[in-house]
């Protein structure tokens, strides 16, 4: 059997929010930017009737005037091969794909979910795009969005965000956008459920945030991963997605033992610490590691913000 699409999506199910908002409240908007930006939408469907990329195109339909984006296929891209790379560089195609990424402010993907994963022409584009000390992707602002599967391509989303820590982007964390039913949702390739239309709004407005951010004050840059020790799975992956909105890359343990049989083996710039593991363990931790930065909280936000103030100390000295 080939691949089982999440099928881009008529699997039954209910769209999954996070952080929506509140009935009553009044549904988000994005701010206009101090200067213009601008988004590269890139879809993972090869499909002409693609929900997910239909979900790209309402995004682009609900920003202001001053963000514009543009929507791209990745119909025609030739498989990544090495050989073919190094006989006659990129190829037009792909040299095309990675100009625009290039000339974009901050990227959103809208991934399907086929096999539990992303989709094979994703996966291939981002191999593309890379490549090379000048990849286009490097440290770039972006947001991931998807339609299908009974999770709304949840796993393809937490598989996206671990390829693209490769060149350090800086995923927006949350909200997420995870819609199932798609069939429901659109109508003539057109989104009509004003609930997703409010969570495609909330996460254009933090990717912009993002994007602001980047301009006025750059995240510091962290030689090496952030090792997170936790036993709580879901603390790890809320904690790993905010520092993947940094362009940090973490490995998660779920002991003080196992941390400390990593050090030796992997290049470890900081460790975020639970503070409910024992305090011995945590202890021996520190000792172990006793030149790192050591932070004791599982708060995304006062990590981030302990995390930034102790590299910018390193880089100025101060």
């Given at each position: ?5 999440g099928?881009?999506?008529?699997v039954p ?13 009044v ?6 930017p101090?200067?213009p ?7 993972g ?12 195109r309402a995004?682009?339909?609900?920003l ?15 498989m990544?091969?090495w ?5 006659a560089?990129?190829p037009?195609a792909?040299?095309?794909?990675r ?25 291939n584009?981002?191999?593309?795009l ?31 965000r ?9 995923v927006?964390?949350?909200?997420q ?18 609930d997703v ?12 945030e ?21 036993p ?25 033992a196992?941390?400390i049989d990593?050090?030796?083996?992997r290049r ?18 520190r ?13 995304p ?18």
């Amino acid at each position: 059997m080939g691949p089982r699409p999440g099928n881009d999506s008529k699997v039954p199910g209910a769209t999954l929010r996070r952080n929506a908002p509140a009935d009553g409240e009044v549904p988000p908007h994005v701010t206009a930017p101090s200067t213009p930006v601008h988004l590269l939408g890139i879809s993972g469907s090869l499909r002409r009737g693609s929900y997910n990329t239909a979900l790209l195109r309402a995004m682009r339909d609900l920003l202001p005037n001053d963000v514009t984006m543009d929507v791209t296929a990745l119909a025609g891209l030739p498989m990544y091969d090495w050989d073919l790379e190094q006989a006659a560089g990129f190829p037009p195609a792909v040299q095309r794909l990675r100009d625009q990424v290039a000339r974009a402010d901050g990227i959103v993907f809208g991934t399907p979910e086929y096999n539990f994963s992303v989709t094979g022409a994703l996966k291939n584009a981002i191999d593309w795009l890379s490549r090379g000390p000048d990849s286009p992707l490097d440290r770039k602002p972006a947001a991931i969005v998807g339609v299908g599967g009974g999770s709304g391509t949840a796993r393809s989303q937490a598989h996206l965000r671990q390829i693209l820590g490769h060149n350090r982007l800086r995923v927006v964390a949350t909200p997420q956008v995870l819609v199932t039913r798609g069939t429901e949702r659109f109508a003539e390739g057109r989104l009509v459920d004003p609930d997703v239309a409010a969570n495609l709004t909330a996460v254009a407005a933090r990717l912009v945030e993002i994007i602001e951010r980047e301009r006025r004050d750059p995240a510091p840059q962290v030689d090496g991963n952030i090792l997170v020790v936790t036993p709580r799975r879901a603390a790890a992956d809320r904690i790993a997605r905010h520092l993947a909105e940094r362009g940090h890359r973490s490995i998660i343990v779920d002991d003080a033992a196992d941390a400390i049989d990593l050090l030796p083996a992997r290049r470890i710039g900081a460790i975020v610490v639970d503070p409910g593991l024992p305090s011995t363990g945590r202890a021996d931790l520190r000792s172990a590691a006793a030149d790192l930065p050591f932070v004791e909280t599982v708060e995304p936000r006062h990590i981030l913000d302990a995390l930034d103030a102790t590299f910018r100390s390193h880089v100025t000295g101060v």
